[in-house]
């Protein structure tokens, strides 16, 4: 990828969105889109769900939806000591927490903060330094007593691991490798300001009207059901990342299926993916040579898909492959960012949709 790109993607990853509070996150795709995209056409709502819509050949319409949040954390409280203890907003793991960087948003700027651990000296079992409760991870900002500590942050205030981007490996065959925590989902938040921008140069319009769905608060369980209701889309599609196999031992690989990075943009495939869909995407592959893996569904993989189709007759997920997810050392590949690109593109203007949308 180009310099402008990885710049680009860095940006999204060191911007801080835990659910609920994608502000900064929604203002600075809004500008990029509004390089390329009229502003009548660039519409955000109360819970900051950005949406951008290309006009089609024709009425009906296709959904691509990935989401602007995070995992984060929230101040739950400040002990007499001045120790900060928080609460989850999401998902996570208590074992990553144990002398970590963090930053907490408050309403004047950047707090830094972190989570303390035993002097090394003193510790005689590993176990004992293992945080079991969120509640246990004790986050310090160095000054002491509640007062004085509530004067620097507030309850309630937002809080994230100190943002982390760096370039991997890169090897001319097997592609570039990235590192740092976001990728879940910025990444393809990425992959659709791309495809906004490779649209509008083109000048032509594609096949189906497109709408770009910029979601809120996904990580939380809170998919866009009022946009997709509002929209009718004939079709929706939801990027967003899935679990790369090609670590850890053999039995993630037999709990998930095989998925490599620099492998391909992956396709599910099974209940509630629209199989007429996947196999358009899959010919377009083979005739562009754009490279995809496929994993199954069960109908309830955790994506924002699983209650889309409520509302909407067709659904599949496009996903790049994911190393460490929900960890500050997730890993990706640009390739398969790319293959992704390419294949929605491809699909975007193909005349086949109509055969079966």
Known sequence: MRKRQIQLLKDLITIPSPSGFEDSM????????????????????KQKNLVVKIEGKYKKSIMTESHTDEIGFVIRNVDRSGFISLAYIGGGDTQLLTARHLNILTSKG????????????????????????????QVDIGIRGRKHVLRKVSIGDPVVYQPYFRLLANDKNQ?????GYGFDDKCCCFMLLELIKEIAKLNRKPEYTLYFVFSSREEIGN?????????????????????????????????????????????????????GTINLLTKISRQHKIKIQFQASTGREGYNADNVLHWCDRAVIVAPPLRCMHSPVETINLKDLQYGINLLKRFYFSRDISKHL
């Open 110 to 137: 950047i707090v830094n903060a972190v989570v303390n651990r035993k002097h090394a000296h003193l510790v005689n079992d590993e176990d004992d330094e293992k945080i079991d409760n969120i509640y246990d991870a």
């Open 26 to 45: 929604v203002t600075y795709i809004t500008k990029e889109v509004s390089k390329y995209i009229p502003k009548r056409n660039i519409a955000i709502d």
């Open 175 to 179: 592609g570039q490798y990235v590192c």
């Open 223 to 275: 998919p866009p059901i009022k946009t997709v209701r509002e929209l009718k889309p004939e079709l929706y599609i939801g990027a967003d990342v899935t679990f790369a196999t090609d670590y850890g031992d053999d039995n993630l690989e037999k709990e998930v299926g095989k998925c490599e990075l620099g492998k391909g943009i992956t396709l599910y495939k099974g209940t509630n993916m629209d199989s």
